[in-house]
């Protein structure tokens, strides 16, 4: 680990919490932050090119019917997040770059592992987004300098970079994995690593007009990054090849119903070839690649006064190599209300419905898994108590938890809590 890089980006990130103690507006629920502006301090660090961003989510999760183990105590995960934006045309004098750092530690259990699935055929969903990835050490989220030519229409981004940042790329308006974030990372999850793992990587991005934009992408794979304590390795022993995304982006701005949206069409190629990591998910023989693509889509569907309230709906499709990937395809659909009542513009009624297919071929060897598919359902609201406060309640109800009808199908009811300081 370079510590001439890590302890500057520790030190500013530092400063920028221990001055919140000192503010004046913190706890104000009109303000923005949790710590308010840190008595204007925030502010003018902004307008000089350094932006913190920092919050804390907690997802809970209560099994109360079906499963392995329903009744139990909730569970509880979370992630702290603390990130910091450089602005260094204002800081430095380069033209349109920005540095970006993040790093995140997640703590918790899991009631899909502890109550809801069969150990023997784990569930390939989560029903808490927060687990996983780094339950016992903080992480080394991304560290990355992008560039800007061509009056912005050429980007390219480098460093330590998770995939779905850009590619495959979704909101996270749900509790469940089955609806948050790229969703390469969980049903590929052992090739495709979103943050908070990082790994080594470049993206080159170039908008053909403003509303369409292709993108490629390079990465660093290494089954390493991804494991317990290894956060802020930045070494490349271990490494086995390199994963390749290329993406084509339409974000009309009037689309259907002339209200914006965002369609993305993509694929994934892996390189890795030893067999302890890419291997036929029947024989157990080693292969040389795998693949995925992937189809997806936000569109607002209906406006109040031309603004973002609304009925918005979103899908993303993916469909993955059946010699070695244990999911050949999944499905996934829902609706998203924003603004249901006035005294509420910014709060958001989600429904969302996944399915999970597995492979055959992955079945054949596994007679646990007697059923062809796993199906999640989440239904939740969002209510925004101040801009820096947000509580969750959800419903979710997992069909054929991990493809196998040896456990009940399950309700969970949730909460998931985020905190913006």
């Avoid at 840190?38 to 961003?53: Q, S, T, V």
């Avoid at 590619?167 to 943050?195: E, P, R, V």
């Avoid at 998910?281 to 109040?304: M, R």
């Avoid at 513009?345 to 969302?352: A, C, E, R, Y």
């Amino acid at each position: 680990m370079n510590k001439r890089i890590v302890y500057p980006v520790l030190a500013c990130i530092t400063l920028g919490i221990s001055n919140q103690a000192y503010s004046e507006s913190a706890f104000d629920p009109d303000g923005q932050y949790l710590f308010g502006d840190w008595n204007g301090k925030r502010a003018e660090l902004e307008k000089k090119g350094i932006k913190f961003d920092a919050n804390i989510s907690l997802d809970t999760a209560y099994l109360a019917d079906g499963g392995r183990n329903s009744g139990d105590e909730p569970t509880y995960a979370s992630q702290l997040w603390l990130g910091s934006t450089f602005d260094m045309e204002k800081l430095a004098g380069w033209n349109d770059t920005v540095v970006r750092a993040i790093i995140t530690a997640r703590q918790g259990q899991s009631t899909s592992i502890r109550d809801l699935q069969d150990p023997a055929a784990p569930q390939f969903a989560n029903v808490q987004a927060n687990y996983g990835r780094g339950n016992t050490k903080s992480r080394l989220s991304e560290l990355s300098i992008e560039k800007n030519f061509m009056d912005k229409a050429l980007s390219i981004k480098a460093g330590r970079l998770g995939l779905g940042t850009d590619f495959n790329l979704m909101a996270c308006d749900f509790q469940s994995t089955a609806f948050c974030s790229a969703q390469n990372g969980k049903w590929a999850g052992g090739i495709w690593y979103n943050i908070p793992v990082s790994q080594w990587g470049a993206r080159v991005k170039y908008h053909i007009t403003p509303e369409v934009f292709t993108q490629i992408g390079v990465y660093q794979y290494n089954p390493k990054n991804a494991r317990e304590g290894q956060g802020w390795t930045l070494n490349f022993k271990g490494d086995d090849g390199i994963t390749i995304p290329v993406e084509a982006v339409w974000q009309p701005k009037h689309g259907l119903n002339n209200l914006p949206g965002s369609y993305r069409i993509g694929g994934m190629y892996n390189t890795a070839d030893s067999p302890k990591n890419q291997f036929d998910v029947k024989t157990g023989q080693g292969e040389d690649h795998t693949y995925a693509i992937w189809f997806s889509f936000e569109q607002q569907l209906t406006s109040v006064n031309g603004g973002k309230r609304g009925l918005h709906s979103f899908g993303n499709f993916t469909f993955h190599d059946d010699i070695t990937n244990k999911i050949t395809d999944t499905q996934q659909l829902g609706l998203k209300y924003i603004g249901l009542f006035d005294s509420q513009p910014n709060d958001t009624l989600g429904l969302g419905m996944n399915r999970v297919g597995v492979n055959d071929r992955y079945r054949d060897v596994r007679p646990v898994l007697n059923e062809s598919a796993e199906y999640n359902i989440e239904l939740n609201y969002t209510y925004n108590a101040t801009k820096w406060l947000s509580f969750r309640p959800n419903i979710q109800y997992v069909i054929n938890p991990g493809a196998t009808s040896r456990v009940d199908d399950g309700l969970v009811l949730g909460l998931g809590t985020k905190l913006v300081f």
